[in-house]
């Protein structure tokens, strides 16, 4: 668990400087081209953004309806295990 830690919290980082790279990375983009090139473009890269944006979101809650994550069964429940929590797992937890 503590040698996992390190490596789990270097995936949150770049995962929360994805979004912000690929925002920069078009503004730098469009910034560069001429007045109306940049209309064009930006106005397909706007809706192409938007319309990939919204099909992730419809994928992700039909496979969230179908796939059902987190639901136990009652046969899962009555088997479960529950393992002691530990003060190292509750400040680890603060730290993410």
């Given at each position: 668990?503590?040698?996992?830690?390190?490596?789990?919290?270097?995936?949150?980082?770049?995962?929360?400087?994805?979004?912000?790279?690929?925002?920069?990375?078009?503004?730098?983009?469009?910034?560069?081209?001429?007045s109306?090139?940049?209309?064009?473009?930006?106005?397909?890269?706007?809706?192409?953004?938007?319309?990939?944006?919204?099909?992730a979101?419809?994928?992700?809650?039909?496979?969230?309806?179908?796939?059902?994550?987190?639901?136990?069964?009652?046969?899962?429940?009555?088997?479960?295990?529950?393992?002691?929590?530990?003060?190292?797992?509750?400040?680890?937890?603060?730290?993410?």
């Open positions: 668990m503590l040698i996992g830690f390190p490596g789990e919290l270097l995936m949150n980082m770049l995962k929360m400087l994805v979004l912000p790279l690929i925002v920069a990375s078009l503004i730098t983009a469009i910034a560069s081209l001429d109306k090139a940049a209309g064009k473009v930006g106005r397909r890269t706007v809706i192409y953004y938007a319309v990939t944006s919204f099909l979101t419809i994928l992700g809650i039909a496979l969230v309806m179908a796939i059902k994550p987190g639901e136990i069964s009652k046969e899962k429940e009555f088997q479960k295990n529950s393992d002691p929590l530990r003060t190292l797992d509750g400040f680890l937890d603060l730290i993410r």
